[in-house]
């Protein structure tokens, strides 16, 4: 069956530091997504991406982060300049259309910043 | 007001119980409905999408009323299995996720 995959499934890094999470979404799917997710809170939505380029991004999808589809399959979330509140599980997510199809997750890199 | 709202619970209930999830959304443009589930530090799942003339799964039922922006998930004879947390989402392009309730089946 197929998968979105992320790596790394954990990352701890320095505040401060730049960091790059990498998802490879489902080869067919055209709409990809990251989320996050602190400790006990809820899935938050950080940005959409279509047609590469963005196609929508909440109030946390601030300066410091960036997304980039380099090369047709790769999908990267980099936080250039990580805080202690980015520490979170970060989901990667892929659909093959919008409305009622169903949103693939792949299992998440937990981010730590000390 | 919450985009999606539900009952963070705890649930706790005996196997063989039958349990009700309640969720609400604020946004009358929402276009799809959706029950995720999810179990500790993994990645939410799909459990089943949700239409107005409601749908079955074999144990799970779902119901979406579009006039009072509620969405419903039973769970009849649950399972030691079925303990995670349910997560009601919505659709408005992106998915709008609500806090989730945590059901724990004990035996």
Excluded at chain 1, 23 to 28: A, E, F, K, M
Excluded at chain 1, 102 to 110: D, K
């Amino acid at each position: 069956e197929p998968e979105v995959t992320q790596t790394p499934s954990h990352q701890v890094t320095q505040m401060g530091q730049e960091v790059i999470l990498r998802c490879v979404p489902i080869s067919n799917h055209l709409y990809f997504y990251w989320y996050r997710q602190i400790l006990g809170q809820k899935v938050e939505f950080l940005v959409s991406f279509y047609n590469n380029e963005i196609s929508e991004k909440s109030e946390i999808f601030d300066d410091q982060f960036s997304v980039e589809r380099p090369d047709g399959s790769n999908f990267t979330l980099k936080i250039r300049s990580t805080k202690l509140e980015d520490s979170a599980m970060y989901f990667c997510a892929s659909r093959t259309g919008r409305g009622n199809t169903e949103a693939f997750f792949g299992q998440g890199t937990r981010l730590t910043v000390v | 007001r919450k985009e999606v709202e539900q009952d963070p619970g705890p649930f706790n209930v005996p196997e063989g119980a039958t349990v009700a999830f309640n969720c609400t959304y604020s946004n009358s443009a929402s276009q799809s409905f959706f029950w995720y589930r999810q179990d500790c530090r993994k990645e939410p799942k799909l459990l089943m999408s949700v239409y107005s003339s409601g749908n079955e799964d074999g144990r799970f039922t779902a119901q979406l009323n579009r006039a009072s922006q509620y969405i419903s998930l039973l769970i009849r004879d649950s399972k030691l299995s079925d303990s995670a947390t349910y997560l009601c989402v919505v659709s408005q392009g992106k998915l709008i996720f609500g806090t989730g309730t945590r059901l724990q089946v004990f035996p």
